[in-house]
Nanobody, 117 residues
């Protein structure tokens, strides 16, 4: 199993970016996926998840209306669209596979997002 995130970087407050996670080594369309983030000096925070087919998604309340999770099961890629970014969105963002019992069983290496003027 390999999960490789990309798309992070610097963005000004109010800006947008799209994170991607390329998945390989397993049947991507069989698994729910999630994004988890860790801000500097803080613990892990669940951000969003999508079911295996992408028909049901959910984001944490604090980012509702700004972040959108999606997936392309042909390209084996998970996405996180970040809009209207805020300084508090600064974090390392991890792509995570959800196992059969909805546990976090595989993690990517993470991609850094920094929101600053």
């Amino acid at each position: 199993v390999l999960l490789v995130e990309s798309g992070g970087g610097f963005v000004q407050p109010g800006g947008s970016l799209r994170l991607s996670c390329a998945a390989s080594g397993f049947i991507f369309s069989n698994y729910a996926m999630s994004w988890v983030r860790q801000a500097p000096g803080k613990g892990l925070e669940w951000v969003s998840y999508t079911t295996s087919g992408g028909t049901w998604t959910h984001v944490t309340d604090s980012i509702q209306g700004r972040f959108t999770i999606s997936r392309d099961n042909v390209k084996n890629t998970l996405y996180l669209q970040v809009n209207n970014s805020k300084p508090e969105d600064t974090a390392v963002y991890y792509c995570v596979r959800l196992g059969q019992k909805w546990e976090y069983d595989y993690w990517g290496q993470g991609t850094q997002v920094t929101v600053s003027s």
